[in-house]
């Protein structure tokens, strides 16, 4: 079921990782599903949303850059990604942007 994360009142941060997926993704899904409960582990999480038809968007939302950047040193976490640039991914980009403002219904 696809739901929107519910996020604290900004300012925090957001981590946008694009990507497209290579012709092999064996065991892509269930590192993706491990990657998803390491995330909310870590300390600064605030929550995450993500999509995929062809192109894969995932937007990761934290409290500070120093959060972002423990979260992208964890070794499992480094394991994931280095997968990633070996095998799953043809494609992949990594935005981090400050959320100043919200907007919701």
Known sequence: M????????PPYYAVIFTNILSDDTAGYEEVANRMVELAEQQPGYLGMESARDGLGITVSYWQSLESIKAWKQNVEH???QQ?????WY??????????????SM
């Open 78 to 80: 480094l394991n994931a």
């Open 90 to 103: 043809s494609a992949f980009t990594t935005r981090i942007a400050k959320v100043d403002r919200e907007y």
């Open 83 to 87: 997968l990633g640039k070996d095998k």
């Open 2 to 9: 696809a739901k929107i994360a519910n996020t604290p009142k």
